[in-house]
């Protein structure tokens, strides 16, 4: 019934299961890249997750432009920088500490977060490691001492060198000992924020979340760190709505399971929505937040953080989107699932079905090409599906929430009792007493027999675990081959938990 | 003492609901009807052992022949 | 006065009595006074000779049609669909003990299916390697090739025919003779391509018409391996002449060429010219057996009961499953009919107490394990008998006895998975927990088909709160059995606790 219902709504427009397109929903973004009025697909590709990491552009079906990127991307966006005419988006793309900044995909600016505090102490073993005072097995003790001890953590030079194994420390400490110590984070998430107009193609700036717990806005044009906040933990997820010169509000998921608000003119969060599970999806919807939990379920809240209802879902999460439609006014969440299948809700009820052939990793809905509903999804096979809204399509809003289970009413598949079945119990029932005798004196003959049988097998050391109370073991002999010649294992487990294993050839 | 005759009675209650708990138990593998054997199998198997004990039967005669 | 039999006449007489050993020896002697040659002797001399190859051939002579054993190569390297069906596709099923390769045990054994199929390389070699069960690596060795050697061991004097000096061109031109030598060569001295080179130059004496001929040969592919060529010449037999046999070989090339299908549609052809025919519909039975299908392999046991109804592999497959599918009081009146039949062996008697028990027939239960102790023959079977009446103890709640029970058929068969698996309920019971773990390890490392071993480890370690080993024991456990419900519904209380902050 859903299928049909769905195959009413969205159109094949392309299937390509081999276009090698490794990502990840934050990576993914539509912009209208000539200002020629039709959108294009932009993609941060992972590649195989050490090489091949590309921006790449589609047009239409086609590939159209590549480019080779230095770094993992973690994040992608478009967004206008300026008033100049033509109006042409820019393409950020973070990875790493950096934030590049591509102009007519042409590379533009690179910013690069500001580096932070270094340990003084470490500073200083570094310095006394330079002058040649300590050699490399003190530095690495006393690196390790600062490690357990001090509130600002180790840079990542004074890490890795940690890790090292002793013979090769000497020549790290030669390579690096001349640099100075420095302590970079890097970017996990990047979002945009209208500076001071809502248009669509109104100025915006950069939103940047970071390893360090930060919250950076970006000015778009001087590349200046316009405000700078604080989290709790490290952020994840970010959603962010209103205009920087206004009124406006970040929302951000955090490593440790908790979605915090920040909003203008406060240097750290005004809410907190502490989950039961951690957090794997976040996506606004109206005033409303969804977040999915890796405990496969949905769950909805205010802005303020109030718990609106949570839902139960076939499968665990693998992306989440927002499917907005201004044009019809619609808003709804798009859900990417493991069992192949993308879920939409609208609140907390399913709307469609969309069945996938493999399970989907990275879901963009928005205007493509000409196509104001088109659906673009990455699999984790590589593949690129796009599916376009037909316009007669309605959704219609049901409340699934289904009543009792049906297989409450399933009837077991169990046999009738046959007539043989009620004969024997009519014998059972007439001559009860008998057979309990009968019974009885075989079982005595049998506990005897039983106890003779055990008793021999005990004296013969035929049961494979020992019968001694002081020494609990057990052994298990297994022969594998062909032959000749054969391999004989005795796995001995003693019940201290030690197991040892012999091999014999015979 | 005059002996009291005190009748148990099992209470099943008419009304209201019954839940139970349904505690995972750990399962005992189930018993094992044998299979029987094939007349072909049966005699296979009966040819084999005679031929096994044939062989172990010159084997030992050829030890003692070398002893 | 003494009446002398002719000893030819007397040979003959002992072969038809099937005192084949005494046949054996009168014609040697016969042979002794007229020596048998090849090229000019006298009638008698070939008489006693032909009779002699046929005595020979008869004691060792076992049906073609049953034998059939797969090889580790064989097993191991192809990938056909009845090895892959999987073994769950019907609910209920594991209420039924199952073989190494998780196919449900059925009520009877033949050379076939005698060990299943093992899923790993690693199970394929540890098959244990008794008399009764080791498996050649290909099925061109194994049992043939040591049986033939055997019957060479057992004769003192060397082989009675001497094959690299026989003139089989010779041979095949005598029809009298060559049959027997035939026989002798396939099924005594089991050297196939001999076997071949006579059956070739046979069927050409014979202008290629003598359906006889042409099935030999297809015997011999096949043991060859060379099952298209045996299908042409089963195929073009069966044109000449149309021989329940010979749909009973051809279905096997089926089988073995992973055409179960075909094979079925051919014994149902062979239905049509000889309806009602027990072997063919034991044939298709077995079939749906195979591939799992044992509602349908039922009903057509059921047709060849109709046909014949003393056939102890229909009332044995009927009543096991009659017992696997809850009603133990049909089955016991299967089996009780293989008794009345005359069946006696442990594995009936055992059968028997297990049905017994299970229908409430109190009073005949435990003196049918007794008796099933004393007819066991093997140390295994002795340990299945033991293992099922620690399930009686169990069931009257007697755990001591059990408990001696399960380690009875542990000291019998130390590979006997189940009933360490028992074992290591009780001692969970007796509150030894370490000593339940190791049990349970063993059985799941024993028999990783079992999802049992792997469920009750998964339970086990939840309640100690080692989470993780419960996690991966739960889904081994779901992996040998996929729709037991219990190990969803832990997997799914394991996964809550994972994604719990």
Do not use: F, Q
């Given at each position: 019934m859903e299928l049909s219902s769905d195959a009413g709504k969205w159109l094949d427009a392309h299937y390509d299961p081999v276009a090698g397109l490794y990502t990840f929903s934050p990576c993914m973004d539509l912009a209208d890249l000539n200002g020629d009025g039709e959108n294009r697909l932009l993609v941060g590709d992972l590649g195989s997750g050490s090489l091949g990491m590309k921006l790449k552009v589609y047009r239409g079906t086609a590939l159209s432009s590549e480019s080779a990127l230095l770094d993992l991307p973690t994040g992608l966006v478009s967004f206008f920088m300026d008033l100049h005419e033509p109006r042409v988006p820019a393409v950020a793309v973070a990875s790493g500490p950096c934030v590049y900044i591509y102009k007519n995909l042409r590379p533009y600016f690179k910013f690069t977060l500001p580096g932070l505090d270094v340990n003084s102490l470490e500073q200083d073993v570094w310095q006394q490691a330079r002058e040649g005072q300590i050699d490399p097995l003190s530095l690495k003790e006393m690196l390790e001492s600062i490690r357990n001890k001090a509130d600002v953590p180790l840079s990542v030079r004074s890490l890795s060198f940690l890790s090292l194994e002793p013979s090769e420390m000497d020549e790290f400490v030669q390579l690096h000992k001349q640099q100075p110590v420095k302590r970079q984070t890097v970017i996990t998430c990047i979002q945009t924020l209208k500076k001071s107009t809502s248009d669509d193609d109104g100025v915006s700036c950069l939103v940047i979340g970071t390893e360090s717990c930060h919250v950076y806005v970006l000015d778009p044009e001087a590349f200046i760190i316009l405000s700078k906040m604080v989290l709790p933990s490290a952020p994840t997820m970010m959603n962010v709505t209103g205009q920087y010169d206004v009124e406006f509000r970040v929302t951000v998921a955090c490593r440790n399971g908790s979605i915090y608000v920040l909003r203008r003119e406060s240097e750290k969060p005004k809410y907190c929505i502490e989950l039961s599970s951690h957090p794997v999806g976040l996506v606004r919807v109206g005033k409303n937040l969804v977040v999915g939990g890796n405990d496969e379920s949905l769950h909805g809240f205010t802005q303020k953080g109030k718990k609106l209802w949570k839902i139960s879902l076939p499968a665990p999460i693998t992306t989440m989107a927002t499917m907005d439609l201004p044009t019809r006014g619609f808003q709804a969440v798009l859900v990417g699932l493991a069992n192949c299948e993308v879920h939409l809700y609208r609140d907390k009820n399913l709307l469609s079905t969309i069945r996938t052939p493999d399970a989907v990793t990275s879901i963009c809905f928005g205007r493509y090409g000409r196509e104001d509903g088109t659906l673009i999804m990455a699999t984790k096979g590589g593949g690129l599906l796009v599916k376009i809204l037909k316009r007669t399509a309605a959704f219609e809003d049901k409340d699934s929430t289904p009543g009792p289970p049906l297989t409450q009413s399933v009837r077991l598949n169990t046999h009738k009792k046959t007539k043989l079945y009620v004969d024997q119990m009519m014998r059972e029932r007439e001559s009860g007493t008998v057979m309990h005798r009968a019974f009885q004196m075989d079982l005595s003959r049998l506990r005897l027999a039983t106890a003779k049988a055990y008793l021999k097998a005990l004296e013969s050391s035929?049961?494979?675990?020992?019968?001694s109370l002081s020494e609990p073991l057990k052994m298990n002999a297994v022969v594998q081959g062909l032959g000749p010649s054969f391999n004989c294992s005795f796995h001995h487990t003693g019940l201290s938990l030690v197991t040892k294993e012999e091999h014999w050839l015979l | 003492m005059p002996e009291v005759k005190t009748v148990f009675r099992e209470v099943l209650p008419k009304k209201g609901q019954l839940s139970i708990e349904d505690v995972p138990t750990m399962i005992l593998c189930k018993p094992k009807l044998l299979p029987l054997k094939s007349v072909t199998l049966e005699k296979l198997e009966k040819m084999q052992m005679e031929a096994q004990e044939a062989v172990r039967q010159q084997e030992l005669a050829t030890k003692e022949q070398l002893q | 006065m003494e009446v002398t039999i002719d000893p030819l006449f007397l040979a003959w007489s002992y072969f038809r009595r099937r005192k084949l050993q005494q046949c054996a020896d009168i014609c040697t002697k016969i042979l002794q006074d007229n020596p048998y040659d090849q090229d000019c002797s006298l009638p008698i001399s070939e008489a006693a000779w032909s009779l002699k190859t046929r005595a020979l051939t008869e004691m060792v002579y076992i049906d073609e049609v049953e034998v059939d054993q797969e090889g580790i190569a064989e097993m191991m390297l192809d990938e056909s669909s009845i090895a892959q069906v999987t073994p769950w596709n019907k609910p209920g099923w594991r209420t039924q003990p199952v073989t190494q390769s998780g196919r449900p045990i059925t009520g009877f054994v033949r050379p076939s299916t005698q060990s299943g199929r093992p899923g790993t390389m690693e199970q394929a070699i540890k098959t244990p390697r008794t008399a009764s069960t080791a498996r050649p690596v290909t099925s061109a060795s194994g049992r043939f090739i040591r049986l033939g050697t055997a019957s060479m061991l057992t004769n003192p004097d060397g082989p009675f025919i001497n094959l690299s000096r026989l003139n089989l061109a010779k041979y095949s031109q005598k029809p009298n003779l060559s049959r027997t030598l035939f026989e002798y060569i396939f099924h005594h001295e089991n050297d196939v391509k001999n076997a071949l080179d006579l059956a070739a130059q046979a069927t050409e004496h014979a202008q290629f018409k003598d359906w006889w001929w042409k099935v030999q040969l297809g015997k011999c592919y096949y043991r060859l391996g060379l099952y298209r060529e045996a299908e042409k010449q089963f195929r073009s037999a069966l044109n000449h002449q149309e021989i329940v046999d010979t749909y009973l070989y051809l279905a096997k090339v089926y089988q073995r060429l992973d055409q179960p299908i075909t094979a079925l549609n051919l014994f149902k052809q062979g239905l049509d010219h000889f309806p009602g025919e027990v072997t063919l519909l034991t044939g298709i039975a077995r079939i749906h057996e195979e591939m799992n299908n044992i509602s349908s392999a039922t009903e057509y046991y059921r047709d060849v009961l109709k046909q014949d109804n003393t056939h102890v592999e229909a009332i044995a497959c009927i009543g096991s499953n009659h017992f696997y599918t809850d009603q133990p009081e049909i089955a016991l009146r299967f089996y009780r009919r293989l008794l009345q039949m005359g069946v006696y062996n442990c594995q009936l008697y055992n059968n028997l107490g297990l049905c017994c028990f299970y229908a409430q027939q109190y009073d005949m239960t435990l003196s049918s394990f007794e008796r099933a102790l004393a007819l066991s023959t093997s140390d295994e079977e002795q340990a299945d008998v033991w293992y099922n009446i620690g399930h009686v103890a169990v069931g009257i709640a007697d755990l001591t006895l059990a408990y001696q029970c399960f380690k009875l058929a542990l000291a019998f068969n130390n590979d006997h998975a189940e009933a360490y698996n028992n074992l290591a309920v009780l001692e969970l019971r007796k509150g030894r927990v370490e000593q339940s773990k190791a049990f349970l390890q063993t059985a799941a490392s024993l028999a990783s088909h079992m999802y049992e071993p792997h469920f009750n480890l998964s339970i086990l370690s939840e309640k100690i709160g080692d989470l993780q080993s419960s996690y991966t024991a739960a889904q081994k456990a779901e992996d040998a059995f996929p729709e037991h419900v219990d190990t969803q519904q832990l997997l799914k209380q394991l996964r809550v606790h994972f994604a719990a902050i």
């Open positions: 035929l049961t494979p675990m020992s019968s | - | -």
